[in-house]
């Protein structure tokens, strides 16, 4: 070996070796002083709704346009409502009649009926009295044959036949009396609230002729136009909801245990770098994937990272749906231990 090649061959050792040493010092230095703050980068999500008719039918009016803000409980969009309408009032009619039902049979006979059943029953036994007292007269008759059989068999029908419309007569004074049965009354509620039932569905079928905001948002996408011929659950609008807003985040694991839920956050945009939003850790995965490609950070993307979430307090406007962000943890405002 030359002195040169020997010469060469000791400055890279030396170099190596001066490498190794401050790549130790550097990494002694970070374990006894951290850095005071974790930046992490992320992206923006802001929840979604489709909104639709509950059922089918034709747009007749459309209420808001794209970009307009909503309000809970606000009309958004009307169907056509008059074959509703015509359901709710045909269902109220049938309960009204067998409500009058009911109570006609929870009241019971009237005394004017019961009245008018004694009555009958009363005259039913006179016309049986009368008609047993002329077949006995006539019975009498046949034996000295001052009349016939064929009449006494006539004046036998006539006393049969009183004798039937008594019974019969007894029968409707006693149901009088006593009123319904109990078995009729319980088929008539059974039947009223049935149509009860049926009137509360086509009331919520006219309900559901309305869309409504669900929450306070901003409406995205405008999908139909009045006219529209819609069925069951079809897409009309798409509302972007004003909360919760929200930041998707990725730390790798050596930062895992250095954040905690409820930690406190600034979120800055590159919009508006000089204002920072705040926000606090919700919630932690607790199991490691690979990071997204739509997250950017320094880091090795097929590096093994957390997903966390990071609630933001006040969002407005100029948060949008996707935006990359920036996330400053300040650590040292934060106890290393935690419950």
Do not use: C
Request: proline share 6%; no cysteine; hydrophobic share 40%.
């Amino acid at each position: 070996m030359t002195k040169s090649t020997a010469r060469r061959l000791a400055v890279s050792i030396a170099a190596v070796l001066i490498i190794l040493g401050v790549g130790s010092y550097y990494l002694w230095q970070q374990e006894q002083h951290p850095p005071a703050q974790l930046t992490l980068y992320g992206n923006i999500d802001i929840r979604e709704v489709n909104l639709s008719f509950n059922v089918p039918g034709r747009i007749k009016r459309m209420l808001v346009e794209e970009g307009d803000k909503t309000v809970p409980g606000q009309r958004l969009a009307v169907l056509e409502q008059d074959r509703f309408i015509d359901r709710v009032a045909a269902a109220r009619a049938q309960l009204e009649k067998q409500q009058a039902v009911v109570k006609e049979l929870e009241t019971g006979s009237r005394p004017e009926e019961i009245k008018k059943a004694w009555a009958e029953k009363e005259a039913a036994e006179i016309a049986f009295s009368n008609a047993q007292r002329i077949y006995s007269r006539r019975l009498t008759l046949v034996h000295t044959e001052a009349v016939s059989e064929e009449t006494a068999d006539d004046a036998r029908e006539v006393r049969d036949r009183a004798a039937a419309n008594l019974e019969a007569a007894r029968q409707v004074w006693q149901l009088a009396v006593k009123g319904p049965r109990q078995e009729d009354i319980q088929a008539a509620q059974a039947e009223a609230r049935a149509l009860a039932a049926a009137l509360a569905l086509a009331q919520e079928d006219l309900k559901d002729t309305e869309i409504q905001a669900p929450a306070a948002g901003t409406i995205r996408v405008r999908i139909q136009e009045p006219g529209a011929i819609v069925t069951l659950g079809e897409p009309v609008y798409s509302l972007a909801l004003k909360n919760p807003v929200w930041v998707r985040a990725y730390v790798s694991e050596p930062n895992l245990g250095r954040i905690y839920p409820g930690m406190p956050v600034e979120i800055f945009t590159d919009g508006y770098p000089e204002y920072p939003f705040q926000g606090q850790i919700g919630f932690i995965s607790p199991t490691a994937e690979f990071t997204p490609k739509t997250v950017q950070t320094p880091a090795v993307r097929t590096s093994l990272v957390y997903r966390f979430r990071v609630i933001i307090a006040n969002p407005d406007e100029r948060l949008r749906q996707g935006m990359p962000v920036t996330l400053i943890i300040h650590l040292k405002k934060h106890p290393k231990s935690h419950s």
